[in-house]
């Protein structure tokens, strides 16, 4: 197994509560070829989340240039079918992502369960 650096407080929050959980996830997800970008964590195979740091200190998240490309990054997931999520580290320490995470994979689940079996004419 190849060892990864740590990560933010945040990601490393994040990660430790996804898997308090039981719920699958990938960290430093690559989104499109042609591009650098990648995500903080692709979440059960279709959630896209990002934890920004340094969003009070002036940080590359908060800046014009950064913020930019993290609009189209993210776009990007959109645009692969793919539910985003954006999080200061606060948000995440205060358990807000998690919390998230959760209704989503809730709310899918009901979404599923609401279907009508092919058997009834559709």
């Known amino acids: 197994m190849p060892i990864t650096k740590a990560g933010s407080v945040g990601e490393e929050t994040l990660a430790l509560h996804l898997r308090a959980?039981?719920?699958?996830?990938?960290?430093?997800?690559?989104v499109c070829d042609g591009r650098r970008w990648r995500l903080d964590f692709l979440v059960a195979g279709s959630i896209a989340v990002e934890v920004n740091g340094g969003t009070w200190s002036g940080g590359r998240h908060s800046r014009g240039a950064g913020q930019a490309s993290d609009y189209q990054k993210l776009n990007r997931c959109v645009l692969q079918g793919w539910k985003t999520l954006q999080y200061t580290t606060e948000q995440v320490l205060a358990?807000?992502?998690?919390?998230?995470?959760?209704?989503?994979?809730?709310n899918c689940r009901d979404s599923v369960a609401k279907l009508p079996a092919a058997s009834d004419g559709y």
């Open 95 to 106: 358990g807000e992502a998690i919390d998230d995470v959760l209704e989503i994979l809730r």
């Open 21 to 30: 959980h039981g719920i699958p996830f990938e960290r430093e997800v690559k």
